[in-house]
């Protein structure tokens, strides 16, 4: 049985498509490495789905739906070790050690050096 493809909201898909143009174009990734915007544009619409990391479904018993409880989950276990750009997240975003994630759709490049920024500034709530 083949999973149906992930849908990315049309505002996060505006905002990632937006800063890949940007870059392609030479210019420089001006969207916030803050995580209140980093989980309404990339983490929500690309790991909370109903096929992964939802509250319905808690893949690996991890539900990313709600912000605060996301990055407590991300640094308690520790997927984020706060100011180490190797944390054992991009290791997963990048598909370095396991399968990527997420496993249907690859996170844009720009996404997942926007998570990394976060990390090395501190993965701040």
Known sequence: MLDAP???SPRALLLTCSAALALACGGA???PADWSYIH?????????TASCHSAFVAA???AFNDA???RRLWVTRPYVTPGDPNSAL???????ERDRMPPDAPLPKPD????????????QP
Not at 112 to 123: K, V
Request: net charge neutral.
């Open 90 to 96: 991009m290791a997963l975003l990048e598909g370095r």
């Open 40 to 48: 309404a544009a990339i983490v929500a619409p690309s790991c909370a």
């Open 68 to 70: 605060a409880e996301t």
């Open 29 to 31: 990734d001006t969207r």
């Open 60 to 62: 690996g018993g991890l």
């Open 112 to 123: 997942i050096e926007l998570i990394r920024r976060w990390i090395e500034e501190g993965a």
């Open 6 to 8: 992930r849908v990315r």
